[in-house]
C-alpha cells in the first residue's frame, strides 16, 4: 500500500513539473508566437486572448527602442556641444559712406507775385503773355481810363482857378496894405482882406490834394511788375471788366527757385535746415542743380502724410521753370574712413540690454568668437557705421546658424567682402542701399 502511494506521488510530480514548464513555455514563447501567426492569419487579432499577446508585444518593443533612442540621442547631445556654429562673416574694410533721402515733388519760384488792379475797370490793354520775362516797373496792363483822366483834367481845372483867385486876393492885399500905412482904410478891413487871401490860399491846397487824388487814381488804371521774372498763368483778357479781388496775371522771381518735395513722417527727424542737396528734372536729365534745404513746412499734409521741404536752387541760367516734376537727393548723413556694416539687426549685439547696439561677435585666426564692443555713429537699417573698435581685416559675424557666445567655436561657411552703393530703383525712397560686392 506504502509502495503504490509512494508511486502515484512520484507520477503526479512529474506532472507538475511537465505543466510548469509548459506554463513557463508559454509565457515566453506565447507573444511572438501570436505575432508570428498574425502576420501568417491576421484573422486572428479578432481574438482578445491574442489581441491583448499582441498589445503586450508592441509595448515591450516601443520600450526598448525608446531606451535604445534615448542613448543615441545623449551621444549625440555630447557630440553637438562639441560642434562648431556655422557662420557667415564680413571682412572689416575702411571707406566713406553716404546715407541719402529720395524725394519727389514740383520746382516753384521763389517769390510768385499775384498782380491785381487796385480798382475797378474795363481792361483796356495786357502788355504780355504767358512765360515773357518782365523787369521791375514794366506795365503789365492797363485799364480803361477815360473817367479817371477826366477826374484828373476836371481837379487841374479847379486848381487853376484856385491860383488865380489866390494872386488876385494876394494883390489886393498888397494894396489894402499900403492904403492903410497911409491911413486912408481903417484896420478892420485891411484884416478882412487878409481873410479872403487865407481863404483862397486853403482853396488852393484843397485842389492841389484833389489833383494828387486824381492822379493816383490815373495810376490805378496801371498794373506795374514790383519784381524782375517772368509772366505764370494770365487769368484775364482785354475788354473784360474787373475788380480789385480779380487775379489778373503771376509774376515768378526765376533766379531762385525752390524744388517742393515730401518728406514721409519716419524720416522727418533725418532732415534739417541748411542740409545739400541735389535736384534733377527730365528737362535735363544729365544736369544736376545743387541747393539747400531752405524751409521745413511746419505742418504735415492730411492724405499723403508728408511735409514739405524746400529746397532752394540758384537759376540764373533760367534752365528751371515753375511747374516741372524734381526728383532730389538730399544728403542726410555722411562720413569719411570708417568701417561699414551691413544687416545690423543680425550683426550688432545689445550687451546691457539698454536699447543701444554696442559689441559685435569677431572670428579669431582660430576660428573661435569673441565678443568686442564697438561704437557706432549712424544706424539705418541696412547698414552701421562704426568709427571705433574694429580694426581693418577682422572678421565681424553677420549670421550664425545657432545661438552664439563668446568663446564658441566656429566654422566660416562664407565671407564677404567690401561695399559699395546700390542703384536706387526707379522712384524709389528711403536710405541709399548697400549691398554687398
Known amino acids: 500500500m506504502a509502495a503504490l502511494i509512494k508511486k502515484r506521488f512520484k507520477g503526479w510530480g ?137 477826374k484828373l483834367e476836371y481837379s487841374q481845372s479847379k486848381l487853376k482857378t484856385s491860383q488865380t483867385q489866390m494872386l488876385t486876393a494876394k494883390k489886393k492885399l498888397e494894396i489894402h496894405q499900403k492904403l492903410y500905412e497911409l491911413g486912408t482904410i481903417i484896420k478892420s478891413k485891411l484884416e478882412e482882406v487878409a481873410l479872403e487871401y487865407e481863404n483862397t490860399k486853403s482853396q488852393v491846397t484843397s485842389a492841389e490834394k484833389e489833383v494828387a487824388f486824381a492822379k493816383q487814381e490815373v495810376q490805378k488804371a496801371y ?92 537759376n540764373q541760367d533760367g534752365m528751371l ?3 516741372m516734376f524734381v526728383r532730389a537727393t538730399i544728403f542726410v548723413f555722411g562720413q569719411k574712413d570708417v568701417i561699414v556694416l551691413p544687416t545690423p539687426n543680425n550683426t550688432l549685439r545689445d550687451t546691457d540690454n539698454d536699447g543701444k547696439f554696442d559689441s559685435v561677435f569677431v572670428v579669431d585666426q582660430d576660428n573661435v568668437a569673441h565678443l568686442k564692443p564697438v561704437e557706432i555713429s549712424y544706424l539705418t537699417t541696412d547698414n552701421a557705421v562704426v568709427v571705433s573698435g574694429l580694426e581693418e581685416g577682422e572678421q565681424v559675424v553677420t549670421e550664425a546658424r545657432a545661438e552664439l557666445s563668446d568663446g564658441a567655436p566656429v566654422e566660416v561657411l562664407e565671407t564677404q567682402e567690401g561695399l559699395k552703393p546700390q542703384e536706387e530703383l526707379p522712384g524709389a525712397g528711403g536710405e541709399k542701399e548697400m549691398v554687398i560686392q
Not at 233 to 258: C, H, L, P, Q
Request: with cysteine; charged share 25%.
Open 321 to 323: 521753370l515753375p511747374g
Open 223 to 314: 498794373i506795374s511788375s514790383p519784381i524782375d521774372g517772368i509772366i505764370g498763368e494770365r487769368e484775364a483778357e482785354a475788354g473784360e471788366f474787373v475788380t480789385s479781388n480779380t487775379k489778373i496775371a503771376t509774376v515768378i522771381d526765376v533766379s531762385s527757385v525752390y524744388a517742393e518735395v515730401g518728406i514721409i513722417e519716419k524720416d522727418l527727424q533725418k532732415i534739417a535746415l541748411d542740409i545739400e542737396a541735389t535736384a534733377t528734372v527730365d528737362a535735363y536729365p544729365d544736369v544736376e542743380f545743387k541747393g539747400k534745404i531752405d524751409n521745413i513746412l511746419p505742418t504735415i499734409e492730411g492724405k499723403s502724410r508728408t511735409i514739405t521741404c524746400r529746397i532752394k536752387i540758384d
Open 14 to 150: 512529474v506532472v507538475l513539473i511537465v505543466i510548469a514548464a509548459l506554463v513557463i513555455m508559454f509565457v515566453v514563447y506565447a507573444a511572438p508566437i501570436a505575432e508570428h501567426l498574425w502576420k501568417v492569419f491576421p484573422g486572428i487579432a479578432n481574438f482578445s486572448f491574442v489581441s491583448n499577446l499582441l498589445k503586450d508585444r508592441v509595448i515591450q518593443k516601443s520600450g526598448a527602442q525608446s531606451a535604445g533612442q534615448e542613448q543615441e540621442g545623449g551621444a549625440a547631445g555630447a557630440e553637438e556641444k562639441q560642434r562648431p556654429v556655422s557662420v557667415i562673416v564680413f571682412k572689416a574694410v575702411k571707406s566713406d559712406f553716404e546715407d541719402t533721402l529720395l524725394a519727389m515733388g514740383t520746382i516753384k519760384g521763389v517769390r510768385e507775385i499775384e498782380l491785381r488792379f487796385e480798382a475797378n475797370g474795363v481792361i483796356d490793354a495786357i502788355n504780355f503773355r504767358e512765360g515773357d520775362f518782365i523787369k521791375k516797373g514794366d506795365v503789365v496792363a492797363v485799364l480803361n481810363q477815360q473817367d479817371a483822366i477826366l
